[in-house]
């Protein structure tokens, strides 16, 4: 089946088409033609993921997929959130954003932390939606340099290395998005 994942973010493109492996054939928003940003003007990640779909979905006619993903802190409520892309400014500077969240966080002592995950999946103009999150801790400094974002400072429970220190063999197997596009992929498969 042929799926276009609707992002520019090449991270993300080189890890879901680890996780897809050969079954679909994935192709970008650029292999589509669309070159535009496209607006994530809602206040959960839910509302965000769905809106994206719904755009390409609207406008290319291509069956498609989506996913929006926050860091919830809990001593920040739930902050960056929706925002955490952009947490510092329109820049979408990671070193930027995780530089803020550490000095948001500098007098907490409770760093947990979540990643949350939602993917929209559209289908011949049917909408499903797929969650995924992991559960973690924010550190004081950052530590390793695979992944990206905040991965760098988020060390997911039950491990003592950050995201961006494990492989990405293995956060392929207990990340957010991970989690998510199981989830998806399950569901493809049994559709």
Not at 4 to 10: D, G, Q, S, V
Not at 32 to 45: K, L, S, V
Not at 46 to 57: C, G, H, L, T
Request: net charge negative; hydrophobic share 40%; proline share 3%.
């Amino acid at each position: 089946m042929k799926l276009c994942f609707a992002t520019n973010n090449l991270h993300k493109l080189k890890e879901i088409q680890a996780l897809l492996g050969n079954q679909f054939e994935l192709v970008t928003l650029s292999d589509i033609g669309c070159d535009a940003d496209i607006p994530e003007p809602f206040e959960t990640i839910a509302e965000n993921s769905a809106a994206k779909a719904r755009y390409v979905w609207e406008n290319y006619g291509v069956n498609c997929f989506a996913d929006d993903t926050g860091l919830e802190v809990n001593a920040l409520n739930g902050e960056p959130g929706v925002y955490s892309a952009r947490y510092a400014g329109p820049q979408r500077n990671s070193d930027d954003n995780i530089a803020l969240l550490l000095e948001k966080l500098v007098n907490e002592d409770n760093r947990a932390a979540r990643f949350l995950t939602v993917i929209t999946l559209v289908i011949d103009g049917v909408y499903q939606q797929f969650e995924g999150t992991v559960a973690g801790e924010i550190i004081n400094e950052k530590r390793g340099s695979n992944g990206f974002g905040y991965d760098p400072v988020f060390v997911p429970d039950g491990y003592s290395r950050t995201f961006a220190e494990i492989t990405l063999e293995e956060k392929s197997q207990l990340s957010h998005r991970a989690r998510a596009f199981a989830r998806l992929v399950d569901f493809l498969r049994h559709s």
